[in-house]
């Protein structure tokens, strides 16, 4: 198939030099994708404060655990989905097994996992 022409994106021909003035794609700029959500950073502020009076509760294994679990817990878009879940899953099991100190962190899990679709 000589000759044959394939443009993959876009394709600009010139024919003279007179008042070119580029391409005009007449395209709204994208909207911000990184943007935090306000109320799922206030949601995970109040988790990060209420689990860090929750692991004075646990024992330290549980208290290694949340340790590990706590840089995953964001509000950070960009986070990969199934390392957040995974971690605000393991800190919600921690949380269930101390019910006083326990229970606002289930529900702030909760209302993070609701925020985040999930």
Request: charged share 15%.
């Amino acid at each position: 198939m000589s000759g044959d022409n394939y443009y993959f994106g876009d394709n600009v021909t010139l024919h003279g030099g007179h008042g070119n003035t580029g391409i005009v794609k007449h395209q709204a700029p994208s909207a911000d994708t990184t943007a935090v959500s306000p109320a799922l950073q206030a949601a995970v502020d109040e988790l990060l404060q209420l689990v860090r009076e929750l692991r004075a509760s646990v024992p330290p294994a549980s208290a290694q655990v949340i340790d590990d679990s706590l840089p995953d817990i964001t509000a950070d878009p960009a986070a990969p989905p199934q390392e957040r879940h995974r971690a605000l899953m393991a800190v919600a099991g921690i949380a269930a097994t101390v019910e006083t100190v326990g229970r606002p962190v289930v529900e702030a899990v909760n209302r993070i996992l609701a925020l985040l679709g999930s």
